[in-house]
């Protein structure tokens, strides 16, 4: 059974960093699409970025420049470095994977961590 664990969340002042893991255990396939959503209080989830099997990336356009999405193959770990947050940044993050190419969407989520940004 695939199971994702998100950690790192916390509460971090504007302006600050903090990096978030996502442990994958039960799924042999490690290249496939994986990527970390966000949904804030009242708001509908979103995508935050995402890496594809070929390893390309994308990110969300509010997140660019701030944020980088990584990978770890051989421990199965999926990464969010997140830089100069800010208030907005505030919500509940997730990791998924999917099955394929990113095109394909998640099949597999995690229960989330959250992440709380004070001005």
């Known amino acids: 059974q695939v199971h994702l664990m998100e950690s790192g969340g916390g509460s971090v002042q504007s302006g600050g960093s903090r990096r978030l893991s996502c442990v994958v255990s039960g799924y042999t396939d490690r290249r496939v699409c994986m990527g970390w959503f966000r949904q804030a209080p009242g708001k509908e989830r979103e995508t935050v970025a995402q890496?594809?099997?070929?390893?390309?990336?994308e990110y969300q356009a509010a997140v660019k420049g701030r944020f980088t999405i990584s990978r770890d193959n051989i421990m199965n770990v999926l990464y969010l470095q997140m830089n100069s947050l800010k208030p907005e940044d505030t919500a509940m993050y997730y990791c998924?994977?999917?099955?394929?190419?990113?095109?394909?969407?998640?099949?597999?989520w995690g229960k989330g961590t959250l992440v709380t940004i004070s001005s």
């Open positions: 998924a994977t999917g099955r394929s190419w990113c095109q394909y969407g998640m099949a597999y």
């Open positions: 890496i594809d099997k070929d390893g390309s990336v």
